[in-house]
T-cell receptor, first 115, second 111 residues
């Protein structure tokens, strides 16, 4: 079965640089989520898109932006990178269950290291 | 404020023992999911529970959703070293487009 695809898997950037992370959701999933997970922490919700429109926003810094394109892939753009941005970044996608709830699947993540 | 509290946070047990992980909230969720995560990898979905009082079984894992849909539990029977990992619960509330994650339970099963 198709899974969520993320690229790149690893990224090393210097402070104040810009990074772009890409996510390709599972086909026919209508919602995409971005999470940040620091060492020893649970995933922190950043932002979500439903049918290409921003649907909810979490603790996403103003330096970060995201969008979902017509082919449903999503990109997380991170500017003026700081050392504290070093983390695992996950993309997830979900579909609506017949019960009215969603079922969410995660990608393998992008490990961002800021030096 | 963490909306979903998991307990225990850490658990180290011997192979063959049973264990239960709890996920509690004061909020009602329309569904709740359990994940297992290995270091450096994405969380893997184990189960989704939707109906209050629902019980689902996945081999040696039993998941239960509370009657009021505010809490859930994960019970592992005869734990094996392969069960080692971080277990996360995540609740979804209608009208939002995000999941609230629990604080996580780090399980280590010793051979």
């Amino acid at each position: 079965a198709a899974g969520v695809i993320q690229s790149p898997r690893h990224l090393i950037k210097e402070k104040r640089e810009t990074a772009t992370l890409k996510c390709y959701p599972i086909p026919r999933h209508d919602t995409v989520y971005w999470y940040q997970q620091g060492p020893g922490q649970d995933p922190q919700f950043l932002i979500s898109f439903y049918e290409k429109m921003q649907s909810d926003k979490g603790s996403i810094p103003d330096r970060f932006s995201a969008q979902q394109f017509s082919d449903y892939h999503s990109e997380l753009n991170m500017s003026s990178l700081e050392l504290g941005d070093s983390a695992l970044y996950f993309c997830a996608s979900s579909f609506l269950l017949g019960t009215g709830s969603y079922e969410q699947y995660f990608g393998p993540g992008t490990r961002l290291t800021v030096t | 404020t963490q909306l979903l509290e998991q307990s225990p946070q850490f658990l180290s047990i011997q192979e063959g023992e049973n264990l239960t992980v709890y996920c509690n909230s004061s909020s009602v969720f329309s569904s709740l999911q359990w994940y297992r995560q290995e270091p450096g990898e994405g969380p893997v979905l184990l189960v989704t529970v939707v109906t209050g009082g629902e019980v689902k079984k996945l081999k040696r894992l039993t998941f239960q959703f509370g009657d009021a849909r505010k809490d859930s539990s994960l019970h592992i029977t005869a734990a094996q070293p392969g069960d080692t990992g971080l277990y996360l619960c995540a609740g979804y509330r209608s009208g939002t487009y995000k999941y609230i994650f629990g604080t996580g339970t780090r399980l280590k099963v010793l051979a």
